[in-house]
């Protein structure tokens, strides 16, 4: 009888298997989760993205910087002064083809040219530098700026791609972890119920309760749980080390304690799903990095086909005279300095073929786009499919769980009274643990599926 209920208790035990898992410190997935986007280098890479485009603009915004320009020459020779000459210059570009332009020159000397001969107090002048044709709506000054927004943009994009990635792949690291963690859990009893099998048979055989044959039954059941223990325990210490490669603290890799174990598996995960009918494929992060490589191609395009007109810069300088008495200007319509330049290639074959290229280019990613787009599409309606076949395994599995448990009930109830052995107690015992483990395996899967899901439609973050 003393036997009888040593073996109700240890069914007893095995119902509770995943409860019997008590952490002194428990690693919560999302405390993990923030952990990794808080601290990982790669997601501290990723900010840096947004810090480049900043720094992308400014370098963009330089072009419109005003220019300060000055110089100094002079010539003394043999008593003589040759000439000095001294001039100052800003000039203004905008966004268009238009540069606006202010100076102040002053001569002196016996042998100044007489194009450069102006009063003793200098000579100011404004004016305006205006390319009429190539370059007028159109010109690289425009371009860099409409560039860098479109590369702030891209930036951010390219952000949440790789936050994403890193937190689908940290993810995953937690529920293999998770997974094996319980399995090891699970395994635990079962050999510390086995090695206490042992000892009581043992005990009974000393006694004559139990024959040498009981022995050696429980002693290979013993070392059938160990093995099987020392097996899926090498898995669990593969997915520490993985989990760890994600934990980061103060820019040092961080390890964790032997005491720290993951939530519970049947923890709430991700509750708010979009179905696959209501997803916007147009709004990942991919597609729409594609779409900004595409708007960046097009803008460069433009810029292509402006260099197939002929170019003519306009330059118009008023002149400001001063007197011999004071440096002030002194405004006249009659001083001014007026000119053109005009060139053009005569059968603009470079930039024909320059425009043939962006174009190809153009179609060339018009191409990636609707791949990339088909491709997730598919991805995604795959895994939903599997994860709902998936979901229909996991509650067959469920259910025989329960079904195995009710068996090992029964046979230890059949053995109590002597109307069973052990062999089939231990067959029941072995087929209720590995219904177990199944069902882990399998809750596991569906994390993963679901984390795939929730990772090819942009909705981890």
């Not at 330059?315 to 002030?328: D, F």
């Not at 190809?360 to 076949?389: A, F, G, H």
């Not at 899967?445 to 909705?459: D, G, H, I, T």
Request: aromatic residues 10%.
């Amino acid at each position: 009888m003393r036997f009888a209920l040593f073996i109700f208790s240890i069914y007893f035990l095995s119902t509770s298997f995943v409860q019997c898992q008590t952490a002194i410190d428990t690693l919560r997935y999302s405390d993990f989760i923030l952990n990794v986007m808080r601290y990982h280098p790669l997601a501290l890479q990723a900010d840096l993205k947004i810090d480049q485009a900043e720094a992308q603009t400014l370098v963009a915004k330089g072009a419109l910087d005003p220019k300060l320009k000055t110089g100094w020459s002079s010539k003394n020779f043999d008593n003589k002064l040759y000439f000095r000459k001294y001039d100052a210059s800003i000039k203004v570009p905008t966004t268009t083809g238009v540069q606006f332009i202010a100076g102040y020159e002053n001569t002196l000397g016996q042998f100044i040219n007489q194009e450069n001969t102006i009063t003793n107090r200098g000579l100011w002048n404004i004016g305006i530098e205006a390319d009429i044709l190539q370059g007028l709506l159109m010109n690289d000054r425009k371009v860099a700026l409409e560039q860098a927004a479109l590369y702030s943009e891209l930036a951010n994009f390219e952000r949440q791609i790789l936050l994403n990635q890193l937190m689908y792949e940290a993810a995953v690291s937690y529920v293999l972890w998770q997974q094996f963690s319980e399995f090891n859990g699970i395994l635990l009893e079962n050999e510390r119920l086995a090695q206490s099998y042992f000892n009581n048979t043992k005990q009974s055989f000393t006694s004559g309760e139990k024959t040498a044959m009981d022995t050696l039954e429980a002693t290979i059941a013993l070392q059938d749980a160990g093995l099987l223990r020392l097996k899926l325990n090498q898995k669990l210490i593969k997915a520490t080390e993985n989990l760890e490669t994600y934990l980061w603290l103060d820019q040092s890799p961080a390890q964790l304690l032997p005491t720290v174990k993951p939530e519970q598996a049947r923890a709430a995960f991700y509750t708010q799903i979009t179905s696959l009918e209501n997803i916007v494929i147009d709004q990942h992060p991919i597609i729409l990095s594609y779409q900004n490589k595409i708007s960046t191609l097009r803008l460069d395009l433009r810029l292509k086909r402006e260099k197939l007109k002929p170019k003519l810069k306009v330059k118009y300088n008023p002149l400001l005279a001063t007197s011999q008495e004071s440096i002030a200007p002194n405004v006249s319509v009659n001083d001014f300095k007026f000119g053109f330049n005009f060139s053009m290639p005569l059968l603009f074959r470079g930039a024909r073929g320059q425009v043939d290229l962006g174009n190809i280019k153009i179609k060339e990613t018009e191409y990636l786009v609707e791949n990339k787009r088909n491709e997730l599409l598919n991805k995604l309606e795959s895994i939903w499919q599997e994860y709902d076949v998936k979901k229909k395994q996991a509650e067959v599995i469920s259910n025989n769980v329960n079904d195995y448990k009710t068996l090992l009930d029964g046979e230890n109830i059949k053995y109590q009274y002597g109307e069973s052995s052990f062999f089939l107690l231990n067959k029941r015992q072995e087929k209720y643990i590995e219904g177990l483990l199944k069902e882990i395996e399998v809750g596991a899967e569906l994390k993963l599926l679901l984390l795939e899901y929730l990772f090819l439609s942009n909705q981890l973050m």
